[in-house]
């Protein structure tokens, strides 16, 4: 038969057993939050905190999620950031780089899918909100270009060119010829402002006329330009510029 001290021992072992870490309690805590539907009322760094705990083990990252708001600006800013900024945090890791990519681009997917297989000229809202998604953010110019057929709707969306942080180069001829090649019939022109400012430079608007005056002549409208900044977007056709 056991002892008294044999049957006390278990006891005293889960006694002395370490108590679980704190953040694992904590994880628990924010994904059920979040899962009962309160998702409207998570705070950014809390929604953050959510995705690193998918990349990041063993590790409180409350206080990495708040640094990297802080320093990138926003949610937009922390996902669209620049690998090498990103890696001077010591806990981001591969997984953390795609995770991060990988959310970007399924937000971009998503939008796209909302213009799908309908005219772009009347889904402005979701075309501008669109383009916003995968250009606000970026740090260097980028021009893209959206190529529509004879009803307007999108056929392909293709970025043209990478810059620098104050310049892209474009060039009118590549434009018309790529449209050729798709069978467009419309274009609408998109970059970005990486300084934020959306508003279009006396360079904008000249580029947007040689391209204008290339398509015009082989049928091929250019509906619109579209600037995109943080602290909003500009279209050089409600501005009366084309």
């Not at 021992?9 to 539907?37: N, V």
């Not at 309160?38 to 705990?53: G, K, N, S």
């Not at 937009?76 to 690998?83: F, T």
């Not at 419309?186 to 904008?204: E, F, Q, R, Y």
Request: glycine share 4%.
């Amino acid at each position: 038969m056991p002892t008294h001290r044999d049957a006390a021992e278990p006891d005293a072992a889960a006694a002395a057993a370490p108590s679980p870490p704190h953040y694992l309690k904590h994880r628990q805590r924010a994904r059920a939050r979040f899962l009962s539907g309160d998702a409207e009322t998570v705070a950014d760094y809390e929604l953050l905190e959510l995705l690193l705990f998918y990349a990041i083990d063993r590790v409180d990252v409350r206080p990495l999620a708040k640094d990297l708001l802080k320093e990138f600006g926003g949610l937009g800013g922390v996902l669209a950031a620049d690998r090498q900024r990103l890696n001077r945090y010591p806990r981001i890791n591969e997984r953390s780089l795609a995770l991060f990519a990988a959310v970007r681009e399924l937000s971009r997917r998503l939008a796209r899918e909302t213009l799908l297989d309908r005219p772009v000229i009347s889904s402005w809202a979701q075309l501008v909100e669109y383009c916003r998604l995968g250009l606000a953010e970026e740090t260097t110019e980028r021009f893209r270009i959206l190529f529509l057929d004879r009803k307007n709707r999108l056929i392909a969306d293709e970025l043209q060119q990478r810059g620098t942080v104050d310049h892209v180069p474009v060039y009118p001829r590549e434009v018309i010829k790529r449209a050729l090649e798709l069978s467009a019939s419309a274009l609408i022109l998109v970059h970005n402002h990486p300084s934020g400012d959306p508003t279009p430079s006396s360079a904008d608007v000249e580029i947007t006329r040689q391209v204008r005056e290339i398509a015009e002549r082989l049928g091929i409208c250019v509906h619109d330009h579209v600037i995109v900044g943080r602290q909003g977007t500009q279209s050089l056709r409600q501005l009366g510029l084309i």
